[in-house]
Each structure stands twice: as structure tokens, then as C-alpha cells.
């Protein structure tokens, strides 16, 4: 992957913080960010912010995603109701480079409670940088849309 994809990164109260500062870190490397919110730490619904950051990568106005919450759970199981959408909840740079060589994920969700700012970059940059391996996979990957 290359630092001039399009990303859309989205969270609810509880990922606000490392939101703002991977934006700032990816936006240093040339990536264009489309911030689908929250923009304060006011307790809000995270599929408010889930569906708009899923949406924009099935239409393709991003590249990939990045959402957080507390646990990562609740955006991952919503944003995967999104037809072409592969999200994958990562805490370890291991599990983000799986994701993408095994499973094709294009959108990173990561526990923001469970991992520190450290972690969630490490993470965002494999994802991010790492291409998907094919191969044996496609044939995996082709069978997960239930349309």
C-alpha cells in the first residue's frame, strides 16, 4: 500500500483521542484523511460513526478504514454489515498483517481501551502497508459476502 490512499477513520467517545493523533501521524505521511467523526469525547452511538466510515469505503470515496472504540467490537460487527466490507478488530501488529495477507480486511478496528497509542499505530501502519497475499486466500475471501 502506498501513502496516497484515502483513508476514512471514525470513532465513538471512547476513541477520540488516538483518533486525533493517528489522523495527525498519517496526514504527516501523506495520507488523505476523511474524518467521519466523533470530534469531542461526548458519550455518542458508535454506529453513528461506524456506518459513515464503512460506507465510504463500499462507495470507494476511501481506500481502507480505521475505526475505534472501546473494545473495537461494536464498530467491527457494524461496519462488516456493509456489503464488500471486511473489518478486522487488531491489537497486535501480527494480527493487522493477517488481516490484510489472509483476509483482505480494508478496515482496521481497533479496542482503544485495550491497546496504547503506541500499539493503535503500529497496528494502523502494518495494516496499511502490508497488501494482501492472494492466492490460496482469494478463494477464502470470495466466499465471505453473502450476496
Request: hydrophobic share 40%.
Amino acid at each position: 500500500m502506498e501513502s496516497h490512499l484515502t483513508i476514512a477513520i471514525g470513532c465513538d467517545h471512547a476513541g477520540i483521542e488516538y483518533k486525533d493523533m493517528i489522523k495527525v501521524h498519517l496526514e504527516q505521511l501523506g495520507y488523505t484523511m476523511i474524518d467521519k467523526g466523533t470530534y469531542s469525547n461526548a458519550s455518542v452511538d458508535y454506529p453513528d460513526y461506524a456506518h459513515p466510515v464503512a460506507l465510504s469505503v463500499e462507495t470507494r470515496e476511501a481506500d481502507m478504514g480505521i475505526l475505534l472504540c472501546g473494545s473495537a467490537n461494536g464498530v467491527c460487527i457494524t461496519a462488516n454489515k456493509h456489503a464488500g466490507i471486511r473489518a478486522a478488530l487488531c491489537w497486535n501488529a501480527e494480527v493487522s498483517s493477517l488481516a490484510r495477507l489472509h483476509n483482505d480486511a480494508n478496515i482496521i478496528c481497533l479496542p482503544a481501551r485495550f491497546i496504547s497509542i503506541e500499539e493503535a499505530i503500529q497496528c494502523t501502519m502494518t495494516f496499511l502497508t502490508t497488501d494482501f497475499e492472494g492466492g490460496r486466500h482469494q478463494n477464502r475471501v470470495s466466499k465471505i459476502d453473502c450476496a
